[in-house]
């Protein structure tokens, strides 16, 4: 059944966009990610604007992302005063990200923008992922288990302007989380994502946050982050088409589902090395499309006449 999209001004499959959005809560679900940063590319893959891709991308984290937050709220995982800060740098990186992205549609540079920020990013975070996967896997086979690193002291505790979160029990300056907020911001909004896969580990191993309250912390500052940039790409750029969005959502909602039941089949190490082996099977492809000959060749000239 075929589909019409007006902002996106294509026509596609509304199974396929159910599936596509099934896929990607499936994903949700299996691994504990938001799936931002494999939407956008997926969507390119299938004819959506690079543009339109981005915009929707954020407005299907923002429903993803609001159940987690409210699940972590009652559980009492998140930490607000951190959450603030972080959505302090969050809010001023999307309209910084926006602005940006306004500049590089204007001049006809936002797709290879897009392409090449997500080659960068998942290619680094993929390889690390799969290098990390592989040593759980080496290490669940032979039995030893990780040493534990004792928790030390380092540059962030030296900083200025100290606040004491403590949900995180910590007393470190502001301007860490805060930058760590502003550089998600802006990912948000050139890329489409919520940036915890960004976010999560610069909390754990920069900020010293204990795990048990980053995943809804990170959450806290993804759900207001995307839904500012949402709304600054619809009212700047035009670039939000809602019928996407919706069908992506259900599909989400129905794929969450059955990806948290499979999740709990699977071993960590197995989901992790899953995980990575899909990062960087999508980063192949983008970079492939970056380089590869278009199937249809054409130039731009002044007409004679």
């Given at each position: 059944?075929?589909?019409?999209?007006?902002?996106?001004?294509?026509?596609?499959?509304?199974?396929l966009?159910?599936?596509?959005?099934?896929?990607?809560?499936?994903?949700?679900?299996?691994?504990?990610?938001?799936?931002?940063?494999?939407?956008?590319?997926l969507?390119?893959?299938?004819?959506i604007?690079?543009?339109?891709?981005?915009?929707?991308?954020?407005t299907?984290?923002?429903?993803?992302?609001?159940?987690?937050?409210?699940?972590?709220?009652?559980?009492?995982?998140?930490?607000?005063?951190?959450?603030?800060?972080?959505?302090?740098?969050?809010?001023?990186?999307?309209?910084?990200?926006?602005?940006?992205?306004?500049?590089?549609?204007a001049?006809?540079?936002v797709?290879?923008?897009?392409?090449?920020?997500?080659?960068l990013?998942?290619?680094?975070?993929?390889?690390?992922?799969?290098?990390?996967?592989?040593?759980?896997?080496?290490?669940?086979r032979?039995?030893?288990?990780?040493?534990?690193?004792?928790?030390?002291?380092?540059w962030?505790?030296?900083?200025?302007?100290?606040?004491?979160?403590?949900?995180?029990?910590?007393?470190?300056?502001?301007?860490?989380?805060?930058?760590?907020?502003?550089?998600v911001?802006?990912?948000?909004?050139?890329?489409?994502?919520?940036?915890?896969?960004?976010?999560?580990?610069?909390?754990?191993?920069?900020?010293?946050?204990?795990?048990?309250v980053?995943?809804g912390?990170?959450?806290?500052?993804?759900?207001?982050?995307?839904?500012?940039?949402?709304?600054?790409?619809?009212?700047?750029?035009?670039?939000?088409?809602v019928?996407?969005?919706?069908?992506?959502?259900?599909?989400?909602?129905i794929?969450?589902q059955?990806?948290?039941?499979?999740?709990?089949?699977?071993k960590?190490?197995?989901?992790?090395?899953?995980?990575?082996?899909?990062?960087?099977?999508?980063?192949l492809?983008?970079?492939?499309?970056?380089?590869?000959?278009?199937?249809?060749?054409?130039?731009?000239?002044?007409?004679?006449a």
């Open positions: 059944m075929q589909i019409y999209l007006p902002i996106a001004e294509v026509s596609v499959n509304a199974f966009l159910l599936g596509l959005g099934g896929v990607i809560g499936l994903l949700s679900g299996l691994f504990g990610v938001g799936g931002g940063f494999l939407m956008t590319p969507l390119i893959f299938i004819g604007p690079h543009a339109v891709a981005v915009a929707t991308g954020a299907q984290i923002v429903g993803s992302s609001a159940s987690g937050v409210l699940a972590h709220l009652r559980r009492k995982t998140v930490d607000i005063p951190m959450g603030l800060v972080l959505l302090a740098g969050g809010v001023l990186g999307s309209f910084l990200g926006v602005q940006l992205f306004s500049i590089l549609s001049m006809g540079q797709e290879l923008m897009v392409s090449l920020a997500y080659v990013f998942l290619g680094v975070i993929g390889a690390l992922m799969f290098i990390e996967s592989l040593a759980a896997l080496r290490r669940a032979s039995g030893r288990m990780p040493r534990r690193k004792r928790k030390r002291h380092n962030v505790h030296g900083l200025p302007l100290r606040m004491r979160f403590r949900a995180s029990n910590l007393y470190i300056s502001a301007i860490p989380p805060f930058g760590v907020g502003l550089m911001g802006v990912l948000a909004a050139i890329m489409g994502v919520g940036g915890g896969f960004v976010m999560v580990p610069a909390m754990i191993y920069i900020l010293g946050m204990p795990t048990a980053v995943v912390t990170s959450l806290f500052q993804i759900l207001f982050v995307t839904a500012v940039t949402t709304m600054l790409h619809a009212t700047e750029n035009y670039t939000v088409d019928a996407l969005a919706v069908l992506l959502l259900i599909g989400g909602v794929g969450a059955f990806g948290a039941r499979l999740g709990m089949r699977l960590a190490e197995q989901m992790r090395f899953a995980l990575a082996a899909l990062v960087l099977l999508v980063c492809k983008l970079a492939w499309d970056l380089v590869a000959t278009p199937e249809e060749l054409y130039s731009i000239a002044r007409s004679g």
